[in-house]
Nanobody, 114 residues
Framework: QVQLVESGGGLVQAGGSLRLSCAASGYTFSINRMGWYRQAPGKQREWVAS???????NYADSVKGRFIISRDDAKNTLYLQMNSLKPEDTAVYFC????????WGQGTQVTVSS
């Protein structure tokens, strides 16, 4: 059974940094890509960043230049380094894995105070 477990969320002041982690387990198939999404209160879930098997990365315009997505294949872990955080980055952040289907983690709360 595939499991994605996020960690690293918390409360931080504007301008600060956090690093989110997503530990993946229980899969034996090829991963197409992994990514991060977020959902703020009262809003739809939105895409933040993706990393592909090739190592290529993509970012939403709202986080480009501030967030960095990476992965450690030996640890089966996905990361999101978040710098220069803004109050509008406040949301629950979800890890996603895409194979022939999409899997989601349970989410981790990030709160940025002004």
């Amino acid at each position: 059974q595939v499991q994605l477990v996020e960690s690293g969320g918390g409360l931080v002041q504007a301008g600060g940094s956090l690093r989110l982690s997503c530990a993946a387990s229980g899969y034996t198939f090829s991963i197409n890509r992994m990514g991060w999404y977020r959902q703020a209160p009262g809003k739809q879930r939105e895409w933040v960043a993706s990393i592909y098997n090739s190592g290529n990365t993509n970012y939403a315009d709202s986080v480009k230049g501030r967030f960095i997505i990476s992965r450690d294949d030996a640890k089966n872990t996905l990361y999101l380094q978040m710098n220069s955080l803004k109050p509008e980055d406040t949301a629950v952040y979800f890890c996603s894995m895409v194979t022939s289907t999409r899997f989601w983690g349970q989410g981790t709360q990030v709160t940025v105070s002004s």
